[in-house]
């Protein structure tokens, strides 16, 4: 069993930054076996995917929408998934969900059906 909890969420200024973290607990959680995503879901849309790290590989695909300006990463010592979001817009505004699974395979990483871990969510509002 693995728990996630989001942080990081908050109002801004189109153009400002921000960083959420998501951090992974329970036995035997490593990024070597869990492969993590963020997905995000804008008030009357679908919940949509934003970047996930393979697990296998260390690949990072990421939505062309947010493409340049989000990158995922992570901290090994802290178990720690983490979305720098750069530039931005009030198109990015949504509820951020952090999202993890084993044995993932690459072309099952953008979608949500791949996952069955999952945190609260953390809300990010972009004003323009």
């Known amino acids: 069993q693995v728990q996630l909890e989001e942080s990081g969420g908050g109002s801004v200024q189109a153009g400002d930054s921000l960083t959420l973290s998501c951090t992974a607990s329970?036995?035997?959680?490593?990024?070597?076996?869990?492969?993590m995503a963020w997905f995000r879901q804008a008030p009357g849309k679908e919940r949509e995917f934003v970047a996930a790290?393979?697990?296998?590989?260390?690949?990072?695909p990421i939505s062309d929408s947010v493409k340049g300006r989000f990158t995922i990463s992570k901290d090994n010592a802290k178990n720690t998934l983490i979305l720098q979001m750069n530039d931005l817009k009030p198109e990015d505004t949504a509820v951020y969900y952090c999202?993890?699974?084993?044995?993932?395979?690459?072309?099952?990483?953008?979608?949500?059906?791949?996952?069955?871990?999952w945190g609260q969510g953390t809300q990010v509002t972009v004003s323009s």
């Open positions: 999202a993890s699974a084993a044995g993932i395979i690459m072309s099952q990483l953008r979608f949500q059906s791949g996952y069955n871990y």
């Open positions: 329970g036995s035997g959680f490593s990024f070597t076996r869990y492969a």
């Open positions: 790290l393979s697990q296998r590989t260390g690949s990072r």
